[in-house]
């Protein structure tokens, strides 16, 4: 039983942030998941602070709020003009070092760290159980991750066209009356949900990972948003059992290899997709040149 909750946890992250990660992608932003998994540190020492408590909630709203804070810092700046990599990386360092210092300065001597309070491990996921009225209804992350789904998919089938063209054309979008920022705010306060949902559980390799390796090879696969968001979650969730069983073959963490598992799929995209594969293009510009040649050589 353990086995298919492993398998399903993954499949449901990988969902979650396959669909949110394209528009990353087409955005240019897909590290932003990684800026919000590494900001969050102060949200949660302020959390423990004031709860005095280590317990999963307080630190899941500590790190849920300031994860909104850094996709709206990262969107001030680059609307002040800093390239959105550039806003990333100042945004995400300089949390993640106020972070450093609260729990340098306030929690000496409790264990209080990223790796005990954030990055979880997928292997847990069956034995950390919710009791409603005395019955176990199953792990606290397969609920977590499929309530940020659900959120995901609600909100992204309500207003797909809206964010279809706030992605490829913000200008367009602005011109017919589309409120273009508050589409951005609503997709960053996904991708914050999604991650902090997400990691607490299953780590943030995992997280950070599915945002952005999927998306980039459903990418390279196809030229339709629709079929690039399937793609991403078929290949997510396919990564979720391939990983899985490749960790259980050579006793490995699942979510370094479930990740592996993405980005060989990735290379395979990159080499043999068919309109952006290194090989069939080179195979093209063959044929093409073979074509001309014996063209000329007939003339």
């Known amino acids: 039983m353990s086995t298919f909750w492993i398998i399903l946890t993954g499949a449901l992250v990988a969902s979650t942030c396959g669909i949110v990660g394209c528009f990353l992608v087409l955005r240019k932003m897909a590290m932003i998941g990684d800026a919000v998994s590494h900001s969050v540190l102060p949200g949660i020492v302020i959390a423990f602070l004031i709860s005095g408590s280590r317990d999963s909630l307080f630190m899941m709203l500590g790190a849920a709020a300031v994860g909104l804070i850094t996709v709206f810092l990262i969107q001030l700046f680059h609307q002040s003009g800093v390239q959105s990599d550039a806003a990333i990386g100042v945004v995400f360092t300089a949390l993640f070092a106020v972070g450093v210092v609260l729990v340098s300065v306030y929690t000496r001597d409790i264990d209080l760290d990223l790796d005990c309070v954030l990055y979880g491990e997928i292997a847990y996921v069956p034995w950390n159980t919710i009791q409603f009225y005395g019955l176990d209804i199953g792990p606290k992350a397969v609920w977590g991750v499929g309530f940020a789904l659900l959120l ?148």
Do not use: W
Request: some cysteine; aromatic content about 10%; charged content about 10%.
């Open 152 to 299: 995901t998919i609600i909100l992204i089938t309500a207003f797909y066209k809206q964010f279809k063209i706030c992605s490829f054309d913000p200008a367009m979008a602005a011109a017919v009356g589309i409120p273009v920022v508050l589409f951005h705010y609503i997709l960053m306060g996904l991708v914050s949900i999604s991650t902090v949902a997400s990691f607490e559980s299953v780590g943030a390799i995992l997280v950070v990972g599915m945002l952005v390796i999927p998306p980039a090879t459903a990418y390279l696969l196809t030229e339709k948003l629709s079929r690039m968001i399937l793609y991403s979650v078929i290949i997510g969730c396919s990564c979720s059992v391939m990983g899985y069983y490749i960790a259980l073959v050579l006793d490995a963490s699942i979510a370094g290899s479930m990740i592996s598992a993405a980005g060989f799929l990735f290379l395979l995209a990159l080499l043999f997709s068919p309109t952006h594969g290194i090989v069939v293009r080179k195979f093209r510009l063959k044929r093409l040149i073979s074509g001309n040649f014996s063209d000329t050589t007939s003339a």
